[in-house]
């Protein structure tokens, strides 16, 4: 046994836990401070850690339980709510940003049929764009005051369906790389897939309701549910051709409506965020190589993330105008979908893994989500100064009314003791 790997975890746990600090205390996400922290102890530069098979199993099941905790927190309930405007907006926010990588790619590169090797990886390139990540979105609009009203409810609910939609069509770009089976065996296996997804998500979520009432909130149900995670996961690879991560994130989503689903999800992160995660994010720093940085990769990078930015406005402000919004909220939707994060990584991993994307391209992924970080909550906070969200008004009047009408009647809310 190779004892080395030991010093290289341990190398990289404390890296990558210092340099995410760091990193969010400079109001970026903390993702971005652990792949920094790959690049700085790998080959790049100082050389400390290698990319090796075990740190790619490591990073893998890292992607699978990041993914698993993805569908865990998938609200169904939210989605049904706000029905087809948030689905129109994410088909938007997945299509356009999608023709727009896969036009970038194929403008720098140049590509000679469209059904050959370099076609699939512009796919891919614009597979990696219609990532969605509304996490520094919801920090920015909560600390504002903003996340509850109308457009800070739409984006919340459009980016969990693009992740949704984002996914599938991973799945179907990844099937396009075995040249052994026809586009069409490809939609068949995925919708084969889902299907039997949905029967033995049924099955399985009557299992674990009735388990959860007899033995609530004990240890026995996370570890239950990180191995149906892992069965989906193996599954999908295994017998249906597709994506591992696509197993784990519908695993997720059949466990999100128990009722210990965020005891769940608060053990699955404790895996994350002391081992997995970090070794996950720093092995794409490892693996990011400088060496073969040159003219075209830097103007591939440059037009990556300008393309990926404007997309996600083009293609979900413009929809949100069409179903309704004034010009401004529009924009603000369309801005607030542009943030970049981890499943960006995790596609852009995945890709790499098959032979889809070179390790090159990670360069342009990484300043994506660093320059979406930290232009995006500046961009909204502009955009809510000029003009306020008139929902939260309309909000903010009702709950008044609603308190003075109590106050007048002699119905305030009051404590009622409770029999314990």
């Known amino acids: 046994m190779n004892y080395d790997l030991f010093l290289d975890l341990a ?15 400079l109001h970026a996400p903390q993702v971005v401070g652990e792949i920094i922290a790959g690049l700085l102890i790998g080959p790049s530069i100082l050389g400390l850690v290698e990319s090796s098979s075990f740190l790619i199993s490591m990073a893998e099941i890292g992607v699978v339980i990041l993914m698993f905790s993805a569908g865990l927190e998938t609200d169904l309930k939210q989605l049904a709510k706000t029905g087809v ?43 990696i764009m219609t990532a969605t990540s509304v996490g520094i979105t919801v920090q920015a609009l909560r600390e504002m005051g903003y996340l509850r009203g109308k457009v800070g409810t739409t984006i919340l609910s459009a980016a969990i369906i693009d992740d949704v939609i984002g996914i599938i069509v991973l799945t179907f770009v990844l099937g396009l790389k075995d040249k052994t089976i026809s586009p069409l065996e490809t939609i068949k296996n995925t919708l084969l897939f889902f299907a039997c997804a949905f029967l033995f998500g049924y099955f399985v979520f009557q299992l674990m309701k009735r388990y959860d009432k007899l033995h609530p909130h004990t ?18 690879e295994a017998h249906f051709g597709i994506a591992d991560i ?20 608060e053990k699955m992160d404790i895996n994350s965020y002391m081992l997995f995660g970090p070794v996950f994010f720093a092995s794409i720093g490892i693996k990011t190589s400088l060496e073969t940085m040159n ?62 994307m070179k390790a090159d391209y990670f360069t342009a992924v990484i300043l994506l989500i660093i320059v979406s970080s930290i232009i995006t909550p500046m961009i909204l906070k502009i955009l809510y ?13 009702a709950e008044t009314a ?16 409770s029999a314990e």
């Open 11 to 25: 190398i990289i746990l404390v890296s990558a836990k210092l340099c995410g600090i760091i990193a969010r205390r």
């Open 85 to 127: 405007v948030s689905t129109l907006l994410a088909f938007a926010g997945v299509l356009v940003p999608l023709a727009g990588g896969t036009a970038t790619y194929m403008l720098i590169y140049g590509v000679h049929s469209f059904s050959g090797e370099q076609f699939h990886q512009a796919i891919f390139i614009g597979c």
């Open 219 to 236: 240890r026995r149900i996370p570890i239950v549910g990180l191995a149906i995670c892992f069965f989906m996961a193996y599954t999908a």
């Open 246 to 265: 696509t197993g784990a994130f519908v695993a997720g989503i059949i466990l999100c409506n128990l009722r210990d689903s965020k005891y769940i999800a």
């Open 295 to 356: 003219k075209t990769l830097l103007i591939f990078s440059f037009c990556f993330v300008i393309v990926a930015l404007i997309t996600k406005i083009i293609g979900c402000g413009l929809c949100a105008k069409i179903c309704g919004f004034n010009s401004a909220d529009s924009l603000k939707i369309g801005v607030g979908m542009m943030t970049r994060g981890e499943v960006a990584l995790i596609i852009s991993q995945k890709g790499l893994s098959v032979g889809l």
């Open 385 to 397: 100064t000029r003009n306020p969200d008139a929902s939260i008004a309309a909000m903010d009047a």
């Open 402 to 417: 609603v308190g003075s009408a109590n106050a007048a009647t002699g119905t305030a809310d009051t404590e009622t003791p």
